[in-house]
């Protein structure tokens, strides 16, 4: 399934100003369509809960599923956005001994993330 395979469908998503309707938005232009959104909460539990009532399409992050009830929605992986996390220390800080322990859990935790398989 691509971004295009859903053109024409209504569409359920975060209000405008969120990073994540951003990024819906930029993904159907991209796949040469504009969606229409007849839904929007920035809440993703009631996201997938008017999906699941067949209020429309959602595209979701992986991470933002977790802790939602997905019975009664078909979630299938989409190619396209992904998400970039960055952190920002202080220079000459990197090496702390409190802040190496914790880059390197966000660095481990990413990787396991990255290849864990979609839901």
């Known amino acids: 399934m691509t971004v295009a395979d ?8 975060p209000y405008p100003g969120n990073p994540c309707h951003d990024v819906i938005a930029l993904a159907c232009e991209h796949a040469g369509f504009t969606p229409e959104f007849a839904h929007s909460s920035d809440d993703f539990s009631a996201v997938v809960a008017l999906a699941a009532a067949g209020a429309g399409v959602a595209m979701v992050p992986r991470l ?8 009664g929605v078909v979630i299938r992986p989409v190619p396209g956005p992904e998400r970039r996390v960055f952190t920002a220390v202080r220079r000459g800080t990197e090496r702390h001994p409190l802040l190496t322990p914790l880059l390197n859990a966000l660095q481990d935790t990413a990787t396991t993330l990255r290849r864990a398989p979609s839901l």
Do not use: C, K, N, Y
Not at 6 to 13: F, N, P, V, Y
Not at 64 to 71: E, Q
């Open 6 to 13: 859903l053109s024409g469908e209504t569409w359920i998503g």
């Open 64 to 71: 933002a599923l977790r802790g939602t009830d997905p019975s």
